[in-house]
């Protein structure tokens, strides 16, 4: 069996299908993104920043999302609810896109991070207070240093990037016309 009669039926059902197909893209590469986060996180063990944290939270939004578009898509909801639901989850990639610019803004000193990145939550009173907080804390990372780069972008611009695609994908997806039966 050859790689064309296996994807043969997928671009036919992705051509006749475009907001099914588009939102069930958008939710696979957005757990794709989560489950990348993690491995980062917890296999080759970089520290998240409160700016990584953050940009997670696009995806856990649009995963379940995409899937109620898809459902919606799949059990032929009016053309409004499914092109309005494409707009909102294209709305929380640009969001998501938008995040992973700033971070990569701050990264590269285009402009200042938040306050808040690489500092402790509580304030050690005592010598001995800030001795057992180095020692038991969680790592925090700087939000203006980037952790890792692939091709010299770092992991916040390649979250932009692909937060942007999602969003054309879900914009383009939203500009078609309605699937074929």
Known sequence: MSLRAVTAPLAEAAGSKPW????????????GAILGAYFFQYVIGLAPCPLCLEQR??????IPLALAVAAAAAFKAPAFVVRLGLLVLAGVMVWGAYLGVYHAGAE????????????????????GDLL?????????ADCTVAAWRFLGV?????????AA???????AAASRSREAA
């Not at 099914?20 to 757990?31: D, P």
């Not at 695609?165 to 914009?171: E, G, Q, S, T």
């Open 20 to 31: 099914l197909s588009a939102s069930l893209f958008i939710a696979v590469a957005a757990a």
């Open 57 to 62: 939270t696009p995806y856990y939004i649009a």
């Open 108 to 127: 590269w000193g285009f402009w200042a991070g938040p306050t808040t990145c690489a500092q402790p939550v509580t304030i050690a009173r005592t010598p």
């Open 132 to 140: 057992r907080q180095i020692q038991t804390g969680p790592r925090i």
């Open 154 to 162: 770092s992991l916040a611009g390649w979250n932009a990037l692909i």
């Open 165 to 171: 695609v999602l969003a054309a994908v879900a914009l």
